[in-house]
């Protein structure tokens, strides 16, 4: 048993009360290298963000949940070492499937953990939320539920069309389950190709998704006013990006996110936490492109995983200063 306060590592209970308060999100990259991990930690570090290095299934089939475990301490460790004296780092479970996942998880040091029973009936999924709450709880673990459900794919996730969340049953759920923040569908996707093109409408010759369904999340904040809200399915899916990959040979169609003025004004609202994945896989890929497509003769990983991790703080402090902004919110910096 490794418990996440002997890791220094933090739940997300205090930082998302204060994100709520504050009209602020706390971003949630998900990471599954140790190149994303520094990257994290450079941007966290830099702009005095607290943040959530999440974990999916797939990544740890990947790279092993004790790896990922221990990349995490490192993570507290190096922001310090970086000179941030109390990072606020939490290390969270994205997507557990099952209550043995979640226990898994939480006896060996994640500090937070998602429990999606989105796909069960209702009732189904309060009893699974709820057994998980319980068990979490006693570590002092903070625990994230969803209700609706998201379109697209990711990782081990996937279906195919998407159902809002029902703002009369929020109540319900959340009192029932015990859940310390709770995931809804308003229209964001999973993946990099969140919408197809004729879902869009042409503006100015660039696509433009129908918008997040704001008067559902209005809806739900009346319900459970200062609640914590969570978004996944939030990359944006930059254009300078996706034309980088193409550019240099690869071959990304139709790639769609969510507008960044949009994560913006749920920012202010009581979403105070936004999960971004793809964002980071397209500027990691855009950098190794360019770099071997440049550097043909270069073979060292060192030499194209450098601007790769580059790249990625780039986008992470974007993120965290001009759409989430959460900069400069650390409890103690
Ligand atoms: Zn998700």
Request: charged share 25%; hydrophobic share 40%.
């Given at each position: 048993?490794?418990?996440?306060?002997?890791?220094?590592?933090?739940?997300?209970?205090e930082?998302?009360?204060?994100?709520?308060?504050?009209?602020?999100?706390?971003?949630?990259?998900?990471?599954?290298?140790?190149?994303?991990?520094?990257?994290?930690?450079?941007?966290?570090?830099?702009?005095?963000?607290?943040?959530?290095?999440?974990v999916?299934?797939?990544?740890?089939?990947?790279?092993?949940?004790t790896?990922?475990?221990?990349?995490?301490?490192?993570a507290?460790?190096?922001?310090?070492?970086?000179?941030?004296?109390?990072?606020?780092?939490?290390?969270?479970?994205?997507?557990?499937?099952?209550?043995?996942?979640?226990?898994?998880?939480?006896?060996?040091?994640?500090?937070?953990?998602?429990i999606?029973?989105?796909?069960?009936?209702?009732?189904?999924?309060?009893?699974?939320?709820?057994?998980?709450v319980?068990?979490?709880?006693?570590?002092?673990?903070?625990?994230?539920?969803?209700?609706?459900?998201?379109?697209?794919?990711?990782d081990?996730?996937?279906?195919?069309?998407?159902?809002?969340?029902?703002?009369?049953?929020?109540?319900?759920?959340?009192?029932?389950?015990?859940?310390?923040?709770?995931?809804?569908?308003?229209?964001?996707?999973?993946?990099?190709?969140?919408?197809?093109?004729?879902?869009?409408?042409?503006?100015?010759?660039?696509?433009?998704?129908?918008?997040?369904?704001?008067?559902?999340l209005?809806?739900?904040?009346?319900?459970?006013?200062?609640?914590?809200?969570?978004l996944?399915?939030s990359?944006?899916?930059?254009?300078?990006?996706?034309?980088?990959?193409?550019?240099?040979?690869g071959?990304?169609?139709?790639?769609?996110?969510?507008?960044?003025?949009?994560?913006?004004?749920?920012?202010?609202?009581?979403?105070?936490?936004?999960?971004?994945d793809?964002?980071?896989?397209?500027?990691?890929?855009?950098?190794?492109?360019?770099?071997?497509?440049?550097?043909p003769?270069?073979?060292?990983?060192?030499?194209?995983?450098?601007?790769?991790?580059?790249?990625?703080?780039?986008?992470?402090?974007?993120?965290?200063?001009?759409?989430?902004?959460s900069?400069?919110?650390?409890?103690?910096c």
């Open positions: 048993m490794v418990n996440y306060k002997d890791l220094g590592l933090v739940n997300t209970r930082m998302f009360k204060r994100a709520v308060a504050g009209g602020y999100a706390i971003p949630a990259f998900n990471f599954n290298t140790m190149e994303q991990m520094q990257a994290i930690v450079m941007a966290a570090v830099e702009t005095k963000s607290p943040v959530i290095m999440q999916s299934k797939g990544a740890r089939n990947y790279a092993n949940g790896i990922l475990r221990n990349l995490a301490k490192g507290v460790e190096y922001a310090k070492e970086l000179g941030c004296e109390h990072p606020e780092i939490v290390l969270h479970l994205d997507h557990g499937d099952s209550f043995e996942l979640c226990k898994e998880c939480i006896d060996n040091g994640f500090s937070s953990v998602m999606d029973g989105s796909s069960l009936p209702y009732e189904e999924n309060i009893a699974l939320t709820k057994k998980v319980d068990y979490a709880h006693q570590f002092d673990v903070t625990v994230e539920a969803e209700l609706g459900v998201l379109a697209g794919v990711e081990e996730v996937s279906s195919a069309e998407s159902h809002y969340t029902k703002p009369e049953e929020v109540i319900d759920f959340s009192t029932r389950s015990g859940c310390d923040s709770l995931a809804i569908s308003i229209g964001t996707s999973h993946g990099a190709h969140k919408f197809t093109p004729e879902q869009c409408t042409l503006v100015n010759g660039v696509l433009v998704p129908p918008p997040l369904a704001f008067d559902i209005h809806e739900i904040e009346k319900k459970l006013p200062g609640f914590p809200i969570v996944h399915g990359s944006s899916v930059p254009m300078d990006e996706v034309n980088t990959i193409n550019k240099y040979g071959h990304l169609e139709a790639a769609i996110g969510i507008p960044e003025e949009q994560l913006r004004e749920a920012s202010k609202s009581a979403v105070c936490k936004i999960n971004i793809s964002d980071s896989r397209l500027a990691m890929t855009a950098a190794i492109r360019k770099h071997l497509a440049e550097h003769g270069d073979f060292d990983p060192r030499q194209y995983l450098k601007p790769a991790r580059e790249n990625m703080k780039k986008m992470y402090i974007h993120k965290i200063v001009n759409v989430l902004g900069d400069g919110k650390l409890a103690q």
